[in-house]
T-cell receptor
Framework: DTGVSQDPRHKITKRGQNVTFRCDPISEHNRLYWYRQTLGQGPEFLTYFQNEAQLEKSRLLSDRFSAERPKGSFSTLEIQRTEQGDSAMYLCASSLAGLEQYFGPGTRLTVT | GENVEQHPSTLSVQEGDSAVIKCTYS??????FPWYKQELGKRPQLIIDIRSNVGEKKDQRIAVTLNKTAKHFSLHITETQPEDSAVYFC?????????????FGTGTRLQVTL
């Protein structure tokens, strides 16, 4: 499968715990995006990377959220001290420069 | 920032009929407008897109039109089939060479009935 992959697909955690998600983009894509989608809504932009540089972060991304793309390949999104409001689908997408964005299957986070 | 509004929120059509979904955007500098189809529990899937230098684009039963002056764009699906049933999202983006985040509409749930 040469598409965008995400791991894990589902994560259930207790409030206050830290969680980390991984995204593997399409191999030749230099841009990688993180979005969050809640039920009945469209995806909302969180942050994006061009190669290893994080170029933009949304105001939605509080201090508890951090993202990395250390070698310009895969990316991780960490949420510290999770809250119930963090429950959502976390989607990763990748693109080649300014072209089409292709999404991964998402990681569904449930905070209990 | 960009704001995208999408209508209707739900749309029910009979198989074989046409479906039209409309979106408006606020940032006149937006220059890229993709449409995504999302089936229940699946990833958003890019189905068609249009750039600001083009007024219309067609791919088999799907077409998108763009009116830059009015800042709105529409998705047209002809000869609808049951497998077209899904949630459709429009989005807008301003690709500056270093930034191309997508701002999505709130989605349209399309149901194609037999």
């Amino acid at each position: 499968d040469t598409g965008v992959s995400q791991d894990p697909r589902h994560k259930i955690t207790k409030r206050g715990q830290n969680v980390t998600f991984r995204c593997d983009p399409i191999s030749e894509h230099n841009r990688l995006y993180w979005y969050r989608q809640t039920l009945g809504q469209g995806p909302e932009f969180l942050t994006y990377f061009q190669n290893e540089a994080q170029l933009e972060k949304s105001r939605l991304l509080s201090d508890r959220f951090s993202a990395e793309r250390p070698k310009g390949s895969f990316s991780t999104l960490e949420i510290q001290r999770t809250e119930q409001g963090d429950s959502a689908m976390y989607l990763c997408a990748s693109s080649l420069a300014g072209l089409e964005q292709y999404f991964g299957p998402g990681t569904r986070l449930t905070v209990t | 920032g960009e704001n995208v509004e999408q209508h209707p929120s739900t749309l029910s059509v009979q198989e074989g009929d046409s479906a039209v979904i409309k979106c408006t955007y606020s940032d006149s500098a937006s220059n890229y407008f993709p449409w995504y189809k999302q089936e229940l529990g699946k990833r958003p899937q890019l189905i068609i897109d249009i750039r600001s230098n083009v007024g219309e684009k067609k791919d088999q039963r799907i077409a998108v039109t763009l009116n830059k002056t009015a800042k709105h764009f529409s998705l047209h699906i002809t000869e609808t089939q049951p497998e077209d049933s899904a949630v459709y999202f429009c989005a807008a983006s301003r690709d500056t060479g270093t930034a191309s985040k997508l701002t999505f509409g709130t989605g349209t749930r399309l149901q194609v009935t037999l």
